[in-house]
């Protein structure tokens, strides 16, 4: 038996191209697939749709899924799912609510209480998963009917019966940290632009468009940040180990435990930082806020690319997720057709995305 | 002749009442491969188990360089140098092999908020470690799900020895691999020795065992039938060594000698 190894020169292996390389991008399918929704609606959509404030209405329901798909992503690289997120921003909605409308709490204290006891509430969902064994659909499912029954209850009590919790915008008015979490960034600017003549506006002189909603910075921030620790620290990487496989991922010294909590708090945390968004805008919060979220999270997520076996993903994916969901929820208006066509588009796109999914990973392992 | 990196006197391990090894003795120097053969159900497993901290044995000492120690758990016998490359790899295969290469170990460049994975260092250390293995990678974010079998063994050697490790123990590192792979992964075993790694190689293959081994012990229902060094056994000494003698003499007079 020969010891020598000959594989010094394999001719069967080819340089990659870098098309090839993109190729194999997880994120390849939600690209494709948002320039393709884009295509659409320019051809059968109203001319108005793709102007600067055609585009703001567009970014600002992507933008608030956005929040919740970028870190439904994440955990479900990590290998777990969260089906209450949606839950979630109810029940945020409540204690946030609750801290400035019925104690009084200046945003810079009802704010940081709101996060922290969410993020409380994802430590607990992932505790359970962890030490039960249990898949995370079911404990998740759970917490679904749990949070939305407890903000109910919550409501009701916190308003002596309605559902409806009102006053938040009296009670925050003039608070230094309120332009951070509603309304317009960058309102300067527009009405600079606006009178160098740049942009659109009104008769009066005042831009068509005052500013980018803040929800839509806060997505572009999570986004970035998310790309960047996934792709370039090793939390990222542990990440990616702890979903990919979580037995290897532990005897190769991966923290998976903390890296799986950490994933569940920040999930239910973005959870909470939408409801903070919502509510401020809305100036009330209610039970129904978030319904369904879950869902559409999830599938933003997998139509960015994210395998439902975890290990393999994309922020960036997400991203362009919730953008393709925001063109279509927004573009239909554009058009004569049917808004209600818009369920059955979620679901053929979300059994594209799986079999598209699917093909990709073969390729990228190998698989035949 | 060179001290022993590990030695392992006279171990017992006892799971209940069932006397998994009863009593084994076994070392490794720097530089040799020290071939551990036995029939499933040996003891195999649970010895190099109890090698690598995953046990504590019953009965019995471990010594690495001549003084006494204790492993509480993989971890520390992965400080003290041990290292162990299961069956199962510990591998990725969606991953990687260069985040698989540093998995739980990443280098990091820059400071508090700017600490990042130095992807291009793991990269670069990924491609030259692989080639010292004698395997050329397209790119090192080539996924591990698309190397052979043997290759993702190499990986997990090289990763191993890249750590430090001064005892590479492999678990049946052969058994699941096709001929030509075979013989890239004992040619592997061969360059891991040459760099001063002590080699544990598990097999119940006398063949393959042979064919890198220096020395060779033999265990049977959990005790050692002794340690040979090359060329003062055969391979049907050792087929018969495994086989507890008997029962293979009877075997081969049914089987009229092919095994
Ligand atoms: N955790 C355990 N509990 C009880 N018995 C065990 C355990 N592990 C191994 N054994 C027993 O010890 C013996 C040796 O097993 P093992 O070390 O796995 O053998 P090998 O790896 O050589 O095939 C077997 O009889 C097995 O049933
Ligand atoms: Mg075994």
Redesign the interface.
Known sequence: MSLENDSTVDERLKEESRVARLMKRPELGAVAGALLVAIFFMFTADGSMFTLSGIMNILSPAAQLGILAIAAALLMIGGEFDLSIGSMVAFAGLVFGFCVVNFDLPLIIAIPITLVFCAGVGAVNGQIVLRTGLPSFIVTLAFLFILRGLSLVGLKAATGGSTQLRGVRDAVAGDPLAPFFSGDAFQGFFQWAASMGWIDTFRSGLPKVPGIPVEIIWFLVLAGVATYVLLKTPAGNWIFAAGGDKTAASNSGVPVRKVKIALFMLTASCAALLAITQVLDAGSTDARRGFMKEFEAIIAAVIGGCLLTGGYGSAIGAFFGSIIFGMVVIGLTYTNIDQDWFQVFLGSMLLLAVIFNNAIRKRVTGER | MSESILHMDNIEKHFGNVIALNGVSFDVKPGECHCLLGDNGAGKSTFIKTMSGVYRPSQGQIYMGGKPVQFGS??DAMAAGIACV?Q????????SVA?NF?????P?KGKFLW???D?EHADEITMTEMKK????L??A?Q?V??LSGGERQTVAIARAVYFGAKVLILDEPTSALGVRQT??V???I??VRDQGVGVVFISHNV?HAL??GDRFTVLNRGQTLGTAARGEITSDELQDLMAGGQELAQLEGSLGGTI
């Open positions: 993989p971890r299961y199962d790899l510990a591998m990725i295969p969606l991953m985040r540093f998995m739980g170990r990443e990091t600490k990042r994975f992807t293995m004698g395997i050329n397209r790119s974010d996924a799900g698309t013989s890239n004992l040619a592997t061969d360059k063949r064919a890198v």
